[in-house]
């Protein structure tokens, strides 16, 4: 099994920034894509940044330029960097990792509990 546990959410003023970090923790032989998704209220789950095991990074539209995604393989986390943060993207954040457990294995999805992050006015 693996574990993923986030930290760094919390209260924020629109225009700041927070840092998201998450550390994978269990039977990892390694990890394929790991990054962020976030729930905003009322709306689906979507992707805000990944890192391929390549180190190819995929950003939301909306988040590009404002947000760093950034993965420690040595350490099995990786961590998001938000600035100019806005009110509108209060809700969830998800750590999330493709996670391959042996050298038979295919990769399994794992979720983080979910930290949240509340932007105010």
């Known amino acids: 099994q693996v574990q993923l546990k986030e930290s760094g959410g919390g209260l924020v003023q629109a225009g700041k920034s927070l840092r998201l970090s998450c550390a994978a923790s269990g039977n990892i032989f390694n990890i394929r894509d790991i990054g962020w998704h976030r729930q905003l209220p009322g709306k689906q789950r979507e992707l805000v940044a990944r890192?391929?095991?390549?180190?190819?990074?995929k950003y939301a539209d909306s988040v590009k330029g404002r947000f760093t995604v950034s993965r420690h393989n040595a350490e099995n986390t990786v961590s998001l960097e938000m600035n100019s943060l806005k009110c509108e993207e209060t809700g969830v954040y998800y750590c999330?990792?493709?996670?391959?457990?042996?050298?038979?294995?295919?990769?399994?999805?794992?979720w983080g509990e979910g930290t949240q992050v509340t932007v105010s006015s």
């Open positions: 890192v391929t095991a390549g180190g190819d990074i």
């Open positions: 999330h990792a493709q996670v391959v457990e042996g050298i038979w294995s295919h990769a399994k999805d794992y």
